[in-house]
C-alpha cells in the first residue's frame, strides 16, 4: 500500500474572533498541537478580506516594477519564476493583522514564549508553463537548529492557493527528525536525496489548498520546496520571521521613526527590540535592500545565509552565491524506485538481492555510484569531511558461544536511525 499523507489540520477562526482579535483557547490549543506535529498550521479567516486584497494591489504592482530591473536575483530552482521581495515599510502600510496578527503571535507565544519581530519579506512567482521548474527539498538556512522551536515564520498569501497556482510542497512532521547530515554540503539548505526519498516512503509531502486570508504558521526547520505557478495570474506570498527575545537574533528591520508610536501599541508582540528606526521615508524597493544579505537564522553576527554560502563556496572552489542548477534528483518524485532497494549514499544499506552474503563493500565501488547521482549528491566534498562511511563490518566467522565481553567476530548487526 502507498504510503498515506498526513492530515494537517486547518484551525477556523470564527467571525466574533477575527472582529474581537481574541483566539480562543480551544484554537489556541488547536494550533499549538497541529505546529507541534506536523511543524506547520493554518489558521483561516485570520485576517480580513479587504486587507489581503489591498496588499495584493500593492504587491503586484511592486513586482511589475522590480521585473524590469535587469539586475533582479531569482530565487533558485525556479529561474526566471520566483523573487523575493520587501514588502512596503511606510507607516501605511504597517498593518496590525498582517505584521503582527493577534492569533498567529497567540500560537507563537504558548510555543516560544513572546515573540519578536526580525524580518519582512514576500516572494512572488509569475505564471508558467512548465511543472519542473521548481525548488530543491530545502530549509531556508544551512546550520545546526535546536531540537526544538526557535524560529517561527508566518506567511500569508494574498489570494486563495493551491497546487494550480503554486502552494508550497510541504514534509510535514520533518522538523522532528532534523539532522545536520541531512544537508547537501553546499551549503544552500538542500535536502539530500537520501534522506528526502527515505522520508517519502512513510510520509510524503503535499501541497495544500489555502482560502484567501489564512495566516500559516511554520517551524523554521520544515523541509519545504517552492513549486511553479501554473495559473495565468502572479502568485504573492508575504512572510514574517520571528524569535523568541532570549534568542539575540542579530537581523534587524528597518523602518521610519514615524511608525515606532503605531507597533508599540502591538503588545502581543515584541515589534521594537529588533527595529532600527530611522528619519525619512525608506524606499522599499532599493536593490540595496538585499534580502539574502539580511537573513541570518543563527545568534552570530558573522553567520548570516550569505556569508555561509560565501565561505562554503570558497573552499569548494565555486564562485561565490553561484545559482546552482536544481535537477529531478533535487525533489522527491512519485513512483521512483524506492530507497531501500539500491545502495544508498551513508546509511550501510545493501541491495536486497546482497543481504545476508556477508560481503565486505568497498568505499571506491560506494563513490562510484554516488559521483553519477546529480546535483544533489555531487556537491558532497572533503569540505565536510568526504563521505559519511557505514559501520564496519568484517566476514562472518562460524558463531561462538558468547564470552563476558563479547566475541571479536560477533554476527552483523544492521545499523538503525543512520
Not at 514564549?113 to 544551512?142: C, F, M, W
Amino acid at each position: 500500500m502507498p504510503p498515506k499523507h498526513a492530515e494537517c489540520k486547518h484551525v477556523n477562526i470564527c467571525d466574533d474572533e477575527l472582529k474581537s482579535g481574541v483566539t480562543s483557547l480551544e484554537n489556541v490549543q488547536a494550533g499549538v498541537e497541529e505546529f507541534h506535529k506536523n511543524g506547520i498550521v493554518i489558521f483561516e479567516n485570520a485576517i480580513p478580506h479587504n486587507i489581503v486584497e489591498k496588499f495584493y494591489e500593492k504587491m503586484n504592482t511592486d513586482g511589475g516594477q522590480r521585473l524590469e530591473d535587469p539586475n533582479l536575483v531569482f530565487n533558485h530552482g525556479i529561474e526566471k519564476n520566483n523573487f523575493s521581495l520587501c514588502p512596503p515599510l511606510s507607516k501605511e502600510w504597517l498593518t496590525e493583522d498582517i505584521w503582527a496578527n493577534k492569533h498567529a503571535a497567540a500560537v507563537m507565544e504558548a510555543v516560544i514564549g513572546k515573540p519578536q519581530l526580525v524580518h519582512a519579506g514576500s516572494n512572488i512567482t509569475i505564471p508558467t508553463q512548465e511543472p519542473t521548474s521548481r525548488q530543491a527539498v530545502h530549509i531556508d538556512s544551512y546550520h545546526s537548529h535546536h531540537r526544538f522551536p526557535t524560529c517561527i515564520e508566518l506567511f500569508m498569501y494574498l489570494h486563495d492557493v493551491s497546487p494550480e497556482n503554486g502552494s508550497p510542497e510541504i514534509w510535514p512532521g520533518s522538523h522532528h527528525d532534523w539532522n545536520f547530515r541531512d544537508l547537501v554540503s553546499h551549503g544552500r539548505g538542500w535536502i539530500k536525496s537520501s534522506a528526502f526519498n527515505r522520508r517519502a516512503e512513510h510520509s510524503p509531502p503535499f501541497q495544500p489548498t489555502i482560502p484567501k486570508g489564512s495566516i500559516g504558521i511554520r517551524d523554521l526547520r520544515l523541509w519545504r520546496s517552492g513549486m511553479p505557478n501554473l495559473s495565468d495570474q502572479n502568485c504573492i506570498m508575504l512572510g514574517f520571521t520571528y524569535f523568541p527575545r532570549w534568542y539575540r537574533n542579530p537581523m534587524r528591520i528597518t523602518l521610519p521613526k514615524t511608525c515606532r508610536f503605531l507597533m508599540q501599541k502591538w503588545t502581543q508582540v515584541d515589534a521594537i527590540g529588533a527595529t532600527e528606526f530611522v528619519d525619512g521615508e525608506i524606499n522599499h524597493l532599493d536593490p540595496n535592500y538585499d534580502m539574502l544579505a539580511s537573513l541570518n537564522f543563527t545568534q552570530d553576527p558573522e553567520k548570516s545565509i550569505k556569508q555561509i554560502r560565501e565561505k562554503i563556496d570558497t573552499a569548494q572552489g565555486r564562485e561565490l552565491n553561484a545559482e546552482l542548477t536544481v535537477t529531478d534528483r533535487d525533489y522527491w518524485v512519485p513512483g521512483r524506485k524506492k530507497l531501500i532497494e539500491r545502495v544508498t549514499h551513508g546509511e550501510g544499506q545493501a541491495n536486497q538481492g546482497d543481504r545476508g552474503k556477508g560481503r565486505k563493500r568497498g568505499k571506491g565501488k560506494e563513490m562510484g555510484k554516488r559521483n553519477g547521482r546529480g546535483q544533489n549528491d555531487q556537491n558532497h566534498t572533503k569540505a565536510e569531511g568526504g563521505f559519511l562511511k557505514p559501520k564496519s563490518e568484517g566476514v562472518k566467522k562460524k558463531a561462538r558461544k558468547p564470552r563476558n565481553k563479547g566475541p571479536k567476530g560477533e554476527s552483523k548487526v544492521e545499523s538503525k536511525g543512520e
